[in-house]
């Protein structure tokens, strides 16, 4: 799969083997392997897509996706939105009720993505350092109960 540009975009170099599995390692209190999961996207045999979900977090009924990529080439082309409905699916027939997502603030392609799936709740945001580079990161959420206004208002604190 292609994403590197995401990685040079935050100033991280890509993951290698011992690097990804230390970051699936690293999780919050409280919380193991078992509650996380990981969805991919396939494109004619090749990966295309890419995602972590924590779920339970940070309280029960509600699931986090802590990171979603895309092949380069692939972008565009529904397999984001893809991942995301398999996720918010599996989230409502585990009985959550909320779906939230962390978008660092600079990347527009991805807010617009997490805005056209329903992400419109902005719960938090709070200044991060990924690599050698500052960002803000944003936490939006989703309801998954069907009927469910959206709501939108004042942000929380950092």
Same mark, same amino acid.
């Given at each position: 799969?292609?994403?590197?540009?995401?990685?040079?975009?935050?100033?991280?170099?890509?993951?290698?083997?011992?690097?990804?599995?230390?970051?699936?390692?690293?999780?919050?209190?409280?919380? *193991?392997?078992?509650?996380?999961?990981?969805?991919?996207?396939?494109?004619?045999?090749?990966? *295309?897509?890419?995602?972590?979900?924590?779920?339970?977090?940070?309280?029960?009924?509600?699931? $986090? $996706?802590? $990171?979603?990529?895309?092949?380069?080439?692939?972008?565009?082309?529904?397999?984001?939105?893809?991942?995301?409905?398999?996720?918010?699916?599996?989230?409502?027939?585990?009985?959550?009720?909320?779906?939230?997502?962390?978008? $660092?603030?600079?990347?527009?392609?991805?807010?617009?993505?997490?805005?056209?799936?329903?992400?419109?709740?902005?719960?938090?945001?709070?200044?991060?350092?990924?690599?050698?580079?500052? %960002?803000?990161?944003?936490?939006?959420?989703?309801?998954?109960?069907?009927? %469910?206004?959206?709501?939108?208002?004042?942000?929380?604190?950092?």
């Amino acid at each position: 799969m292609r994403a590197l540009d995401f990685f040079e975009e935050v100033g991280d170099p890509p993951p290698t083997p011992e690097s990804f599995q230390a970051d699936l390692d690293d999780l919050p209190d409280g919380y *193991s392997r078992a509650d996380e999961a990981i969805y991919r996207a396939y494109r004619d045999g090749d990966l *295309s897509g890419y995602a972590e979900v924590l779920r339970g977090f940070p309280e029960a009924g509600r699931w $986090i $996706i802590g $990171i979603v990529l895309v092949d380069a080439r692939q972008r565009g082309a529904g397999v984001g939105r893809g991942v995301v409905d398999a996720i918010a699916e599996d989230a409502r027939a585990a009985g959550a009720t909320a779906l939230a997502a962390g978008v $660092i603030t600079t990347r527009e392609r991805s807010l617009a993505l997490w805005r056209r799936e329903g992400f419109t709740t902005e719960v938090r945001r709070r200044p991060i350092v990924i690599g050698d580079v500052e %960002a803000e990161v944003v936490r939006l959420e989703r309801s998954l109960v069907i009927g %469910a206004p959206e709501v939108s208002g004042p942000l929380g604190s950092a």
